[in-house]
Structure formats: structure tokens, C-alpha cells
């Protein structure tokens, strides 16, 4: 699975250790930047690894600010685009299986490398259920439409 990172200058340490943990796991990697700790614009970064996984140039995307706000809303401006927020994998179990998220926001301010590596394991392992949730989704790409 190949899957794309974004972040800002607050996600920046988190998306290195997420870019390793997937690197180590056998994950293929396109990492839309930013490169270091200097103050960036989360937008610019959100929407690039947005695209590459709006347009199948990865099949998931993981993206990280301070809160993971910011970063989540303007990936979900892209259309195709399901990114979810998480803080603990309950959260990145549950949009997996109900809204078929195909991105993971997290906040690098907010949480740990040991809780975002089991955030991200869970998000790309956990299949989506299909079904009544099917239904739900399509009605949200409805509304893009
Ligand atoms: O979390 C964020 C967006 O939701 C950003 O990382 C945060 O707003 C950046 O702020 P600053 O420029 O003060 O570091």
C-alpha cells in the first residue's frame, strides 16, 4: 500500500516518525512535505497529499498539524477525499469500518509517537464494512457532487 503524508511545521516530528514506523512496516511512502520546522501553511501541504490520493497516486494519506484541525479540514476540501481525525484508535477503527476514511489527521501536539503508531496501524488494516455504510457514503459524495 502506498500511502501519501502531509503536515506543517507542528506536524513535522510526527509525520518523521509516522514516514519510519511505515517505512519499517513495508508501506510505500510519497511524502508531499513540509521538509523541517519552519512555519509553513497547513493548507498547501493538506491539499497535496490530498490529491495523490484523489487522483490514485496513493491509496491512503496521513496527515499531521499541532492539532490536526486545520490540516483535516482542507484535505477534506478535495474531492474523494474522507479524512478523519483521530486521538485514539477506537476512532481510527470505527472510520475505517463505517465511513471508509481514506485519510487520518492527527494533531502532533496533541498525541504520542507509541499512541500515533497504533492509530496508523489500525487505520490501515481495518477494512471497511460495506453495506448500510455503503449507502452513507455515497450519500456524502452526493453532496460533493
Ligand atoms: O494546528 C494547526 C492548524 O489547525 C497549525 O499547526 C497551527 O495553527 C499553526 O500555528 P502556528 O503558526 O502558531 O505554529
Redesign the pocket.
Known amino acids: 500500500m502506498k500511502v501519501s503524508l502531509g503536515c ?4 513535522f516530528a510526527l509525520k518523521e516518525h509516522v514516514k519510519g514506523w511505515l517505512e519499517a512496516h513495508g508501506y510505500e511512502v510519497l511524502d508531499c512535505g513540509c521538509h523541517s520546522t519552519d ?1 509553513v501553511d ?1 493548507p498547501v501541504f493538506g491539499r497535496a497529499a490530498a490529491e495523490a490520493v484523489a487522483d490514485g497516486r496513493c491509496e491512503r494519506g496521513i496527515v499531521v ?7 483535516s ?1 482542507s484535505a477534506n476540501k478535495v474531492k474523494g477525499i474522507r479524512c478523519a481525525l483521530c486521538s485514539e484508535p477506537l476512532s481510527a477503527e470505527m472510520t475505517r469500518r463505517h465511513n471508509n476514511a481514506n485519510m487520518l489527521a492527527m ?3 496533541l498525541i504520542g509517537a507509541n499512541m500515533a503508531d497504533r492509530i496508523v496501524e489500525v487505520f490501515l488494516t481495518t477494512e471497511f464494512e460495506s453495506g448500510r455504510h455503503q449507502r452513507r457514503v455515497d450519500l456524502i459524495s452526493d453532496i460533493e457532487a
Not at 506543517?8 to 506536524?11: A, N, Q, R, V
Not at 498539524?65 to 490540516?71: A, L, Y
Open positions: 506543517d511545521h507542528g506536524g512555519s497547513y498539524c499541532t492539532t490536526g484541525i486545520g490540516i479540514i494533531g502532533g501536539g
